[in-house]
């Protein structure tokens, strides 16, 4: 049968089909491209990058941050398309990420999404006084910094302590946190865990421990925590300045003299220190000093409420971290010159 369709229609239908097949590949060639937008690494990232995503930032806005770093700019259409092929439109959080090498826009937008967000950590070293535990946080850059103005006092005021001394009330141990928190948060958050730990181990406390209060508690586990590191003689320790609080004998113990000497002392304890009466003068004053010295870790508030019965009354350190318990003066002296002879040679 002879083709009968006038030759303009013919023409025309041959431009359309061309133009369908032409939109067919195009398609084809634009969905394989956002393929491999979606699931190829974040180049270039030669060495881990992170990008910092303000409260409130819209996927635009996000797409823009990356454009800045030199990632994939141009592709803002396919950041959209693809965060809602995935479902996390809208539900983007704020914060910093990490952008390890390897990293794709689909793992990225997941990330975000997941609010897996850096976690940077503080430390607080068990034995620090408060006035070390702030300068460590002002040395934090990853900190907001709002305390440089604010006294000792201004901040147990915020805390709900007005008329507590800081010193003690803040459990040493590793804080995460995240890019935005403040230093005052990290010292809200170990004040509430000191507070949480005294309270436990306070009602768990030794039967018969001869001290009166959790604060009591929390001034001898100060004492022991500045005596020794070593954990197995912590709570022996414990046991002789709660023997000598029992005898009415003074405690006579170098760190709290040291600590109440504060700026004047100058690395090593003088005659003079331990006659010079001070609140903290435990060769002075009997009884326990009238606030923690330090900031004492679980272990110490363990053995200041659980200590070893003992009849010692004296130790001396050794020279290795250890100490030498004696029962009496003489046996104390006798090793006094021992380690003191020891460290001289």
């Known amino acids: 049968m002879l083709n009968t369709m006038p030759q303009g229609r013919v023409r025309w239908s041959f ?47 996000i797409v823009t941050l990356l454009e800045q770093q030199g990632l994939r700019p141009g592709r803002s259409l396919y950041w959209r398309v ?31 999404a997941a609010g897996d967000v850096i976690q940077h950590r503080f ?21 907001k910094q709002t305390l440089a103005a604010d006294t000792d006092a201004d901040i147990m005021y915020a805390l709900g302590a007005a008329q507590s001394p800081p010193e003690g009330w803040f459990l040493p141990e590793t804080y995460s946190y995240v890019k935005g928190m403040s230093d005052m948060d990290i010292l809200r958050r ?30 001898l586990a100060s004492i022991v925590e500045k005596e020794t590191a070593r954990a197995q003689e912590r709570p022996e320790i414990a ?23 504060g700026a004047a002392y100058d690395g090593k304890i003088h005659a003079r220190d331990l006659q010079t009466d001070t609140p903290f003068n435990t060769y002075t004053r009997t009884g326990l000093p009238p606030t923690p010295i330090a ?15 003992t009849d010692a009354l004296y130790f001396v350190a050794r020279g290795d971290g250890s100490h030498e318990f004696s029962t009496t003066l003489e046996a104390h002296n006798r090793a006094v010159a021992k380690y003191q002879l020891h460290r001289n040679e």
């Open 123 to 143: 430390t607080i070293v068990e034995g620090w006084t408060f006035a070390q535990l702030r300068n460590a946080l002002a040395q934090d850059a990853e900190l």
């Open 190 to 219: 170990s004040n509430a865990a000191m507070h949480k730990e005294l309270d436990r181990l306070w009602a768990a406390r030794a039967p018969d421990l001869p001290l009166q209060s959790p604060y009591q508690a929390l001034i």
């Open 15 to 61: 431009l359309i089909s061309l133009l369908l097949a032409t939109a067919a590949i195009g398609a084809g060639a634009l969905y394989r491209d956002y393929r491999a937008f979606a699931d190829a690494p974040l180049a270039p990232l030669p060495t881990a990058a992170t990008i910092d995503v303000p409260m409130g930032t819209s996927l635009p806005g």
């Open 82 to 112: 693809l965060a809602r092929q995935i479902g996390v439109a809208g539900r983007l959080h704020a914060g910093e990420y990490a952008l390890a090498p390897g990293a794709t826009p689909r793992g990225l937008l997941a990330k975000m």
């Open 295 to 309: 900031l004492p870790g679980a272990a110490a508030l363990t053995a200041a409420m659980h200590p070893v019965p």
């Open 239 to 261: 046991g002789v300045f709660l023997h000598r609080l029992q005898l009415g004998m003074k405690l006579q113990t170098d760190p709290s003299v040291i600590y109440g000497l």
